[in-house]
């Protein structure tokens, strides 16, 4: 199996998703600031893998601090995390990661160096976790998933979003892993078509039966009665269930109501953000007219036309049938179920 | 203003809409066999532009026939029209068009080269009325569209998919016309981007506000309260309002429906098929998943990856609020009132 991103001499190596599927490509990082590019530019996406990527960042940042003593070191490691911080606003584990890595730094009492180690310790727990918790995800989420069914999902939620394993396709996984017969669709996800370039190539890597559509299609195939069900990721969740996730997600929810198919959302308790009362407080990335007007640098659009191209769109818990976490699977009604996930 | 097929010194003049917005040519065709080909490689495209086409094809394939007597003629004009109906199977217009053609045949009794002249006229005919036709759904439809309000749209049902001024596009005209202000959303329309390649070219050249927005983007816009009403084209119309138009047109009725959005067709009764009862019986063509794959000779998705490309989707009658033709508009229910506009 591949690696997404990963803790190596030192230095943060990455697979540049932007290159798939056309070029298997790794890159070596040893400045955080690297990193940090990396991550705007979606070499490594995925809330999770971002987490993870995010991170490693931090501890490679740490590494090149020269502090005499612990308080220069934190005023030092605040800028790394103010940086990596700053690198994409919507997937919360971004968040999650850089603040367990400024726990650890606030609760140190030993010395720099022994500090700079338990950094990359806790990245490499925050990598390893990230694996454990998508398996179990998968355990949990490939019970919903009947034998010989069909499952639709949109954007890449897989073993390219995470450390590996998956979270939707991780659910997919888990079904596969449990003797069930799965197919797949997935939307192609445009503008930066991670389902065409990413999902299709993992999952044919991994032998599972994948058909790509376009992000049109999906309402088609349910009509057609072609999909049994839909599993996706979140980039973030709030307190009240309603999901972040990958722009378009909203229309495939709405699509899967109106044809009264099981809509999952697959993700991690770190995902979670219990300070946000609803969706309507998750900011929403705003990227680049490019991704719209240019697919591999070919112009697809008249030069200066208007566009709008947000990186996401916020699913209301009402249209969730269910998500799937490493703690369970959580129902409606969500805000008293996902507390008890905390206790 | 731009020409979209006209007939032209005995041949047929074409804008090949596969290179906008890159590059405006026109293809200029003697030999009946290269309009087909255009047909199917969408060089024309759109309803009521396919049936135009198809007409000054099989005109041009009159021209060409060498026969000694009606009789003969009218079995080699059988050819060309067999020829000119198996471009494209699910926009009607062609269909319609084709049997025009065959009546005039049919019914002549002088020469043939007064017949062959006939045709032409008829071709040239049946352009002009075209644009007739969608000026005056322009001028009902328009006044559907309120002051201020933005239009989305789906797929290209403007001047490039017509002779001239547009169905869809021709109700956002007859609004802008009528001194209204209008902003168009185009969905881009995947995989063959005639929203972004030629509904934004049209709209930007006639000075229209125009946002060029991916198709899983509408949704969201939906739901933000950006889009006022959606307008789209048809290829074939049953008798009972079912709608075939462009993949993703019934994804964006089922979203309008659900953001309690008039969704409104626009349509010559030329599109309307009232021998087929309901939508489950238009053919829908398949196409190359070449189209899935590849964007402007960029292959976007892994080698061998499955797919489907239906070009077409049918949105039920009972989720259209309207349907705009040159008759007036037509409201549920759909069975009494189509018929009623052929008395």
């Known amino acids: 199996?591949?690696?997404?991103?990963?803790?190596?001499?030192?230095?943060?190596?990455?697979?540049?998703?932007?290159?798939?599927?056309?070029?298997?490509?790794?890159?070596?990082f040893s400045d955080y600031r690297q990193v940090a590019d990396a991550i705007k530019k979606l070499l490594v996406r995925?809330?999770?893998?971002?987490?993870?990527?995010?991170?490693?960042?931090?501890?490679?940042?740490?590494?090149?601090?020269?502090?005499?003593?612990?308080?220069?070191?934190?005023?030092?490691?605040?800028?790394?995390?103010?940086?990596?911080?700053?690198?994409?606003?919507?997937?919360?584990?971004?968040?999650?990661?850089?603040?367990?890595?400024?726990?650890?730094?606030?609760?140190?009492?030993?010395g720099v160096e022994g500090l700079k180690k338990r950094l990359i310790a806790e990245a490499k727990n925050i990598h390893d976790e990230d694996i454990k918790v998508n398996r179990r995800m998968g355990a949990y989420g490939g019970r919903l998933i009947k034998n010989n069914s069909t499952v639709l999902t949109h954007c890449n939620a897989g073993a390219l979003a995470t450390a590996?394993?998956?979270?939707?396709?991780?659910?997919?996984?888990?079904?596969?892993?449990?003797?069930?017969?799965?197919?797949?669709?997935?939307?192609?996800?445009?503008p930066v078509l991670q389902g065409a370039r990413l999902t299709a190539w993992e999952l044919m890597r991994d032998g599972i039966d994948c058909t790509l559509i376009t992000d049109n299609m999906a309402g088609y195939m349910m009509k057609k009665g072609l999909i049994d069900c839909v599993v996706v990721g979140a980039d973030r969740i709030a307190a009240n269930g309603d999901v972040a996730n990958k722009i378009g997600t909203y229309s495939v929810a709405v699509l899967a109501r109106a044809h009264k198919i099981p809509f999952y959302v697959a993700a991690p308790k770190s995902t979670m953000d219990l300070r946000i009362k609803s969706g309507d407080s998750i900011p929403i990335e705003e990227r680049s007219a490019d991704e719209v007007t240019f697919i591999g640098g070919v112009r697809i659009a008249p030069d200066g036309v208007k566009t709008k191209n947000p990186a996401f769109d916020v699913t209301p818990a009402r249209l969730v049938s269910a998500i799937i976490t490493e703690g369970g699977v959580v129902r409606a009604p969500y805000g008293r179920n996902i507390k008890k996930l905390f206790p």
Chains 1, 2 share one sequence.
Request: with cysteine.
């Open 1 to 28: 199996m591949f690696k997404t991103v990963e803790w190596k001499n030192n230095s943060v190596v990455m697979l540049d998703q932007t290159l798939l599927p056309g070029k298997v490509v790794y890159r070596k």
């Open 164 to 190: 590996g394993y998956g979270t939707a396709l991780g659910v997919v996984r888990g079904a596969v892993d449990a003797g069930k017969n799965v197919r797949v669709f997935a939307d192609e996800t445009r």
């Open 46 to 110: 995925g809330a999770p893998a971002i987490g993870v990527a995010a991170a490693m960042g931090c501890a490679l940042g740490a590494l090149g601090i020269k502090a005499a003593g612990l308080g220069e070191f934190r005023r030092e490691f605040k800028k790394v995390s103010a940086l990596m911080a700053s690198t994409r606003p919507t997937a919360i584990n971004l968040f999650w990661a850089i603040e367990r890595m400024n726990r650890a730094v606030d609760s140190h009492c030993g």
